[in-house]
């Protein structure tokens, strides 16, 4: 038994791994589109995620649930709020990556795991121990600092650490699985994205059929690259214990955090030093207090 479990998490492990792989690399993906507007990515990542899905699901022959779901007001309102939620956060992440921000955007994915402790007070009345506040306080601090040494408010980070802990917050409370509730999510999205790529076409300004060929094919695969690390994630999230997945975590965010600097040369000075150290710190008190009540169990 111990071997059978000690498998199961060993591949869990590399499951997440290769989730998180996929998420702090994604720079690497969205750089050379970095001429097409922002919202047109977000646009073909829905509208080819959308076709990869229906694909998948009839393959697998397995569509059933939608029915069931579509005559379910308050789940489709759910997912509809959802689905708004990862957009804005797609959209946000995307263009802070072509606009030169991905040391700004890898914060936000640092900041996340403390502003899901911060909406579990707020919303579900969770008590906080004494480290997660002072972790929370450290957080707190070091955003201060940098919007008063840097000289503005570090938003694209604040943006995508609040929208997808609340993305997070209603999947709680969302009753489908992994694959049903992202293809629900898509479906949901997929025609004002369309809409919207149709649009730009009849204006002129629509990048699809004319770019270059390696441009035009990595709109394509965006659908593959935003479904695949979902899926690697979802089977992880299955093996894994919360602390152990909570430490994988900090790969992607350390992954774009290294590429923003060391790659794309984006400023890091001592003012931005100071701040995400003390961000960082919180996050040290917090996952090393979460690790030492997991090992006084």
């Not at 694209?156 to 992202?182: D, I, N």
């Not at 214990?241 to 000075?269: C, K, M, N, R």
Request: charged letters at 10%; a positive charge; aromatic letters at 10%.
């Amino acid at each position: 038994m111990n071997s059978a479990k000690s498998h199961e998490a060993g591949q869990g492990a590399l499951y997440a791994i290769g989730a998180y792989l996929c998420w702090g690399l994604f720079p690497l993906y969205w750089k050379p589109l970095s001429a097409v507007p922002a919202e047109q990515i977000l646009g073909h990542r829905v509208v080819w995620s959308a076709l990869l899905l229906a694909g998948v699901l009839t393959v697998r022959r397995h569509w059933g649930w939608l029915g069931e779901s579509l005559r379910q007001p308050r789940r489709i309102g759910v997912f509809a709020l959802s689905s708004a939620l990862l957009s804005m956060n797609w959209l946000v992440y995307i263009w802070a990556v072509n606009h030169g921000r991905v040391v700004e955007a890898s914060l936000g994915y640092f900041i996340n795991p403390l502003v899901n402790v911060l909406l579990g007070r707020l919303v579900l009345g969770e008590r906080l121990a004494k480290p997660q506040l002072a972790a929370l306080g450290l957080a707190a601090l070091g955003v201060l600092w940098l919007t008063l040494h840097v000289g503005s408010v570090p938003w694209v980070a604040l943006v995508l650490a609040v929208t997808f802990a609340l993305y997070g917050l209603l999947r709680k409370t969302a009753h489908l699985p992994s694959l049903e509730g992202l293809a629900l999510e898509t479906f949901l999205m997929a025609p004002i994205a369309l809409v919207g790529l149709i649009l730009a076409e009849r204006h002129g300004s629509g990048a699809f059929g004319h770019l270059d060929t390696l441009r035009t094919l990595l709109l394509i695969g965006a659908g593959v690259v935003t479904t695949v690390p979902l899926v690697l994630f979802a089977s992880g999230a299955r093996r894994l214990t919360l602390a152990t997945l909570g430490v994988i975590q900090y790969l992607s965010p350390t992954l774009q955090f290294l590429l923003g600097v060391w790659l794309y040369h984006e400023p890091f000075d001592t003012a931005r030093l100071i701040g995400f150290g003390l961000i960082w710190s919180g996050l040290a008190l917090y996952t090393g207090a979460g690790l030492l009540r997991l090992y006084r169990r």
